[in-house]
């Protein structure tokens, strides 16, 4: 089951929900719906754990040496002066341990990985050691301990290697590889089926009629989408036409787990979407206080949620990120990710009322500052492309000066 209530019924009417109200709501109400399987960790990548993990084993498995040198009993120590002990025969290298036990008054080669070898506790590393025929000479002041890794050190046999929801990056695939789990219970990719509506709407590569532009948003979307790890299905262009509409959200809740329109989901007359939803069975207009994005249409087809995304691209690439993306990862299996905000210093000053949250376009200049993008309208794709974030007015802010603190939230903190 997507959703834990019938429908995103709530919060509709006149009154205008704050985005964090939204989206805590939206988090109460979404579940994971991808299936479990079982993947080798070499097919796991991008993958969501569906289960924790516990560390087989210990890691380090045993205690080790963090350098070349030689190891040895500290307790074996003057307190000062020079330091003189008999060199065993043999060594300690990653892989294949000293074979005997190192007695007071001697040490043994050790290299970077070796097991400490019985009897020693710390390693004098290469380049505070003398060396000369069967012995070895340095300093004082070697700390107990020295250059000693623990075993368990990084993680104890037992405790929590990954838990559900993690997403399996490069860091959680060593963790899994290090403790030697070779099979993971992951979700499946989530399943997004992605169209666009409107008449206007014609294909890049095709003529424009008068009165037309080309879509723009079905292959942005197809993008945000597949940089959430999910798999994006390409459902077409649809004509403003309710059967149509209708006909591309049944097939769509039909080939995926999760639909994202862009276009016709306000109330207006051509806006097929949110009424098709409406007809369909399940559908709130939320009405969120943000800038840009209008309503922002919810249904449920089925088991299936629908994201009807505003029209004009900004509004459609916030309304993703802000929404929509959370919404997948949830459904996905994986962990509600909240954007990472960084506090810069403005270098614009913005007209704004508090009541609502404002997304800019933003550009860091790597000095603390961030500007916008001189316009703030929300069909104007070169803000996309100029800036490099977004920066985050909060509903209760009033305008902007330059030199104040803004939250800026780079793109690449969406996975873009
Ligand atoms: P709508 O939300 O359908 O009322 O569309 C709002 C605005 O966005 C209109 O100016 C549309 O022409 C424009 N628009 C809608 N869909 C797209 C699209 N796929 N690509 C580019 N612009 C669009
Ligand atoms: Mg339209």
Not at 2 to 12: G, S
Not at 337 to 360: D, H, N, Q
Not at 395 to 415: I, K
């Amino acid at each position: 089951m997507a959703l834990k209530n019938d429908c995103f019924a709530l919060p509709a009417g006149v009154v205008w929900t704050p985005v964090e109200d939204a989206l805590a709501d939206l988090r109460g109400r979404l579940s994971p719906v991808a299936r479990v399987e079982t993947v080798a960790l070499a097919q796991a990548e991008g993958r969501v754990l569906a289960r924790d993990v516990a560390a087989p084993i210990s890691l380090p498995p045993a205690d080790n040496s963090a350098v070349d040198g030689y190891a040895l009993a500290h307790a074996s120590l003057g307190a000062q002066g020079e330091q003189r002990l008999s060199l065993r025969a043999g060594r300690a290298a990653a892989g294949v341990p000293f074979a005997g036990t190192v007695g007071p008054g001697e040490a043994v080669r050790i290299l970077t990985g070796g097991v400490m070898p019985p009897g020693t506790d710390s390693v004098v590393m290469d380049e505070d050691v003398d060396r000369e025929a069967g012995a070895i000479r340095f300093g004082s002041g070697l700390k107990a301990g020295a250059n000693r890794r623990r075993a368990g050190e990084d993680i104890r046999a037992g405790d929590a290697a990954l838990a559900a929801g993690a997403r399996l990056r490069a860091p959680e695939l060593a963790r899994l590889a290090s403790v030697g789990v070779a099979q993971v219970a992951v979700h499946a990719p989530l399943r997004v089926a992605v169209f666009s509506t409107g008449d206007e709407l014609a294909e890049p590569g095709a003529a424009l009629s008068p009165g037309q532009i080309f879509d723009a948003n079905r292959v942005m979307l197809l993008s945000l989408a597949r940089a959430q790890g999910v798999v994006a299905l390409d459902h077409g262009r649809i004509p403003d036409r309710p059967a149509a509409i209708e006909g591309a959200l049944r097939a769509a809740a039909r080939d995926a787990d999760a639909v994202i329109v862009s276009g016709g989901a306000s109330g207006g007359d051509e806006d097929h979407v949110s009424r098709a939803l409406a007809r369909m069975g399940a559908m709130a207009l939320w009405r969120i206080a943000m800038k840009p994005g209008r309503p922002l249409a919810l249904g449920q087809i089925g088991d299936v949620p629908v994201f009807g995304l505003p029209g004009n691209p900004v509004a459609a690439f916030v309304c993703f990120l802000i929404f929509a993306r959370p919404a997948l990862h949830c459904l996905a299996g994986a962990a509600w990710p909240a954007p990472v905000g960084y506090p810069l210093t403005a270098t614009f000053s913005a007209r704004k009322k508090p009541g609502r949250a404002e997304f800019l376009r933003g550009r860091a200049d790597g000095r603390g500052g961030v500007a916008k993008f001189r316009s703030d309208g929300s069909g104007l794709i070169g803000g996309l492309v100029w800036s490099g974030g977004l920066i985050a007015l909060e509903h209760d802010r009033g305008a902007v000066e330059a030199g104040e603190t803004v939250t800026f939230l780079p793109y690449s903190g969406f996975g873009l």
